[in-house]
């Protein structure tokens, strides 16, 4: 592999949406930012110069970072934030990767604006195990704010309250006509008739899973979390915060006398208020023509009717399943599903909110003098004032964190039922220590303490495999025979399906600490969120090297 060099300067940039300027912060004064191109194996040398009144920190979402633990990017989990004026060189290989991912800030809400993808290309003249697309576009979904988010997460923390949701879903940075004041700020994808076109679909979204769906084109989903999948076709795609999903779309044989919507729009399980909400663009098919008439045609194009998708209902709880079942490893000679066979730790966790109580100061406004919290087996998970990883390193792990975090719940109840008489969660910074390539099975259980909600949770530093998915309570005795051990999903983030779980494999092959939290940033920042530490092994290539002279300091 090559050598990349990117630049990327924080800086705020105003910003124009929905009628109302704001300045956010940026990387390079663009949103979305900058996209990151490299090919596998190659190494990338990111230089990051922290030019705002915020910490920053980034983190290359999805790309294993084999031994680089220095380079993940989440703050106080790997490293301390780079502060303003400060600089910071990520340097990582990518290695054994290839696919559609995306960067984005990792420290409070910053990421609401702070994101971009990053394409992985195979290796040189290394084809890709499907048709070679025409072209191949990056879509990537986002919200926007009208208020300032690092006010409104902080004023949430405050209060113990819910944070305000966005006022608008966005494709590429742009929300679409369907929002007021909007129509200008359309994502369009000109198209040729008869052509096979790559959509690189990434959910940045702070909050929502999202539906996904074109009018009148068939979507064939080809890999998720950069990793190919078996081909499948589908009308909608459904994607949650963290996962990144690639599709083939073929174009119509002779451009239709209309123009198609996409559209995306959030996925609310339960019953919880639904956003009636929908970013949406614009499918638009380009006629050959000849350069004369070319204006005159392209002013009728404007006009062509508008057709629109059909997106499932809302309340259609099978689709979640039925989506998620489809999705399987290629499972082939040349790309094996290493499922860990032999389990050396099983773990269970139950995800879900709970109520955390307060200190004075902090005047919450949840029931009984309560705050909402989101907790993993009960522990509210509290970031250090300082990196676990340097911690871990350095041997100083005194006041900064314990190495008792349960393998399970403290108390067994009816998870998908009533609530226990008891919703009160305890915090603290807890993890677990695992040796050098143990082999994990985790199975993680939905929670109905406050209203069932499905959860994408994020393993940083490892790829896992989806080997079991249901719904209800997970039956230790019976459900284990039924995992997918043959061409499980393989991925980065798993939606732990609303009143339901899933059950995941990794071996633990990558010395460091590796950060896992639902990538809904609202349940993150109350705390759902803990941490692996994986040990060095015995040889010098499977230790990790010592941090860059210029990692951040506290
Ligand atoms: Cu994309 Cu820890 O996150």
Redesign the pocket.
Known sequence: GITRHYKFDIKLQKVTRLCQTKSIVTVNGQFPGPRIIAREGDTLLIKVANHVPNNITI?W??IRQLRSGWAD??AY?TQCPIQTGQTYLYNFTVTGQRGTL?W?A?ISWL?ATVYGPIVILPKRNVPYPFPQPFKEVPIIFGEWWKADTERVINQATQTGLAPNVSDAYTMNGLPGPLYNCSAKDTFKLKVKPGKTYLLRLVN?ALNNELFFSVANHTLTVVEVDAVYVKPFKTQTILIT??QTTNVLLRTKPKAPNATFVMAARPYISGPAAFDNSTTTALLEYEKASSPNDKKKKNNNRNKLPLVRPVLPQLNDTSFPFKYNQKIRSLANAKFPAKVPKAVDRKFFFTVGLGLGSCSKRQACQGPNNTRVLAAINNVSFVLPNTALLQAHFFNKTKGVYTTDFPANPPFKFNYTGNPPSNMLVNTGTKVVVLPYKTSVELVLQDTSIIGAESHPL?L?GFNFFVVGLGSGNFDPKKDPSKFNLLDPAER??VGVPSGGWVAIRFLADNPGVW???C?LEVH?SWGL?MAWVVLDGKRPHQKLPPPPSDLPKC
Request: aromatic content about 8%.
């Open positions: 983190h979402h999805g990017g989440p989990v995306f984005h990792h990421r940045a915060p963290g994020h940083h980065n983030t950060f896992m939290h990538h993150t969120k």
